[in-house]
T-cell receptor
Framework: KAGVTQTPRYLIKTRGQQVTLSCSPI?????VSWYQQTPGQGLQFLFE???????NKGNFPGRFSGRQFSNSRSEMNVSTLELGDSALYLC??????????????FGPGTRLTVL | DQQVKQNSPSLSVQEGRISILNCDYT??????FLWYKKYPAEGPTFLIS?????DKNEDGRFTVFLNKSAKHLSLHIVPSQPGDSAVYFC???????????FGSGTKLNVKP
């Protein structure tokens, strides 16, 4: 069974640009969550999508947005990039929603560098 | 505001000895806790979890202890092996199993 895949793995952008990251969950998983990891801050929850709907949201500005397609694949978009957006962006998929504990499987992440 | 804190950025332990990784939290409403392990260039992988109705959960060499009154969580690895060298994250949620608050991680180095 293929794991969670994220593309691209590395990305370099300049301030003011926008970027789109992609995540393909494990087959059969309907929930996709996105996290930002920066040194010293750990993983910070961005948002979660389930059945094409954003169901949970973290405390990030509106420049961070996402969507989920009918095949459960998800994209995350960051507009008007700032230097502080440089981070590892991780996506995690799980089988069901938030009604019971279920393991989240993480992808390898996309390393975004903003110059 | 960091609701989950791992105050030790790194820990070094001799192979065969016990590794104890600690995690503190501020939100008394957290009711589900997990530990993840992360190797370089890979995403975190789930290790062990515990619900707030328990104070201990064991899985092989890994045991998680929960002290609700102290708002403290710890992961014990016995015996430690060089392959356990990784960054360990604790995470917590409030009645929502898909929205987690993570600590900043502790890098464990197990020396042969």
């Amino acid at each position: 069974k293929a794991g969670v895949t994220q593309t691209p793995r590395y990305l370099i952008k300049t301030r003011g640009q926008q970027v789109t990251l992609s995540c393909s969950p494990i087959s059969g998983h309907r929930s996709v969550s996105w996290y930002q990891q920066t040194p010293g801050q750990g993983l910070q929850f961005l948002f979660e999508y389930f059945s094409e709907t954003q169901r949970n949201k973290g405390n990030f500005p509106g420049r961070f947005s996402g969507r989920q397609f009918s095949n459960s694949r998800s994209e995350m978009n960051v507009s008007t990039l700032e230097l502080g957006d440089s981070a590892l962006y991780l996506c995690a998929s799980s089988r069901t929603g938030d009604l019971a504990p279920n393991e989240q499987f993480f992808g390898p992440g996309t390393r975004l560098t903003v110059l | 505001d960091q609701q989950v804190k791992q105050n030790s950025p790194s820990l070094s332990v001799q192979e065969g000895r016990i590794s104890i990784l600690n995690c503190d939290y501020t939100n008394s409403m957290f009711d589900y806790f997990l530990w993840y392990k992360k190797y370089p260039a890979e995403g975190p992988t789930f290790l062990i979890s515990i619900s707030s109705i328990k104070d201990k959960n064991e899985d092989g060499r890994f045991t998680v202890f929960l002290n609700k009154s102290a708002k403290h969580l710890s992961l014990h690895i016995v015996p430690s092996q060089p392959g356990d060298s990784a960054v360990y994250f604790c995470a917590a949620s409030v009645g929502n199993f898909n929205k987690f608050y993570f600590g900043s991680g502790t890098k464990l180095n197990v020396k042969p």
